[in-house]
């Protein structure tokens, strides 16, 4: 039978093909649900507990497990654990201290009696048929990771915008931020139906479901980790490497509250990431540091057991990561003095600099000089082998190219090889050469205080000679 019997094009979901699965509900696992929360508002939270109970089928619930982690809010004590008390399944666990979402959903686990853990935010809406695909899968594949596909909540207005179009895979840039994709052709080809798992690298982190006991072979969480941020990359890669699968299921649908801003603050996410980027990321760890100077310096703690973890799993390495779950990222070269901030010899203390609006629309604007800072991000750009200027600590990536009878350098997506218009000639005496109209790079001022790279006919003048410098000394 083909694969895709009445498509042309390998599509990914619809909701009414979903709707039409049977599921065989008494051989379905049971799940516990864990929802960590720190101070979290009432009504988001409550809102999430009264929609898994509503949605979730009877027989396939096993309990719903509230972890306070040492929340201050006068509504969270008393009333909370009255409010909860009549509910049916519902417990409330109090972590004692500040433990920070990693180990308050550990709590949660420990004390879980259901077959497959399920992880939600504490600010989320789940739907009638989220449950039962994850369960499904992971009855079938117990090393599945599964997520549900993220819709969005407005924080301001709570309206149920849902997901524009397709369901995304998850994926990261160098900076270790995690970024969204579209579903790549190759995943589309592999998919047996339009209602198969999607296979993703990474995962946003809130919300999935995991067999608990895989979940512990794995090695649950890094415990090291404090407050936000990280684990989320952490547990992709070592699922990925470790013999396991991370999915999406694009019938199972999960509504998230993405807020303005925390109610706490997140100052160890860098540490968080550095921890997984010394277990997980081997020497592609360095591209990393290049791109956020600060990680290296960070206190990241130690590391010795998760390391023993990975050793005794036996697995994979990031390379193979890289190579066969990630194909699509770009690996730099990162050649030693081709990296790093873009300085200018004549105007002294500037910097190539590229802010552009929207980090996910970065193409179409033009390229600054800017006091260098040495931070990596908006000064971090790398010359390649191909004669690109790319700015790639951002996914998708940049390249600096210069449109017909322009002066000006703009950013536009990198191509696999090279337009003409984005093939730069960086000299040994520090000009940089625009092959294709022979003009050199020159630093010049706009206005009273913004500077700006224009080209203009070469002439060996300072302002024309350019260095890569890796850090600030
Ligand atoms: O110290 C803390 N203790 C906690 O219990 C800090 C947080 N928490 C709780 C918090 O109340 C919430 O329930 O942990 C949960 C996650 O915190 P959020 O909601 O402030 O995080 P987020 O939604 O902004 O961030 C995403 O990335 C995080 C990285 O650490 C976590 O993995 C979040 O779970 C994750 N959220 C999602 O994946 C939902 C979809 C978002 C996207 C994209
Ligand atoms: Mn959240």
Known sequence: MP???ELSMPEVCCICRCKEVKYDYDHLPKTSVIIAFYNEAWSTLLRTV?????????ILLEEVILVDD????????ERLANELSGLPKVRLIRATKREGLVRARLLGASAAKGDVLTFLDCHCECHEGW?????HRIHEKESAVVCPVIDVIDWNTFEYLGNPGEPQIGGFDWRLVFTWHVVPERERLRMRSPIDV???????GGLFAVSKKYFEYLGSYDTGMEVWGGENLEFSFRIWQCGGTLETHP??????VFPKQAPYSRNKALANSVRAAEVWMDEFKELYYHRNPRARLEPFGDVTERRQL???????DFKWFLETVYPELHVPEDRPGFFGMLQNKGLKNFCFDYNPPDENQITGHQVILYTCHGMGQNQFFEYTSQMEIRYNTHQPEGCVAVEADKDVLVMHPCQDTTPENQKFILQEDGAILHQQSKKCVQAEKKASDSFVPLLRDCTGSDRQKWFFKERMS
């Not at 040492?70 to 004590?77: A, F, T």
């Not at 449950?131 to 369960?135: C, I, K, M, S």
């Not at 990975?310 to 994979?316: D, S, T």
């Open 3 to 5: 694969a895709w019997p």
């Open 310 to 316: 990975r050793a005794k799993l036996q697995c994979k």
């Open 70 to 77: 040492y929340s201050d809010r006068e509504h969270l004590k």
């Open 131 to 135: 449950l039962e695909p994850l369960l």
């Open 198 to 204: 999607i296979r993703s690298p990474t995962m946003a």
């Open 50 to 58: 009264y929609s898994v109970l509503e949605t979730s089928p009877d």
């Open 251 to 256: 019938c199972s649908h999960v509504g998230h």
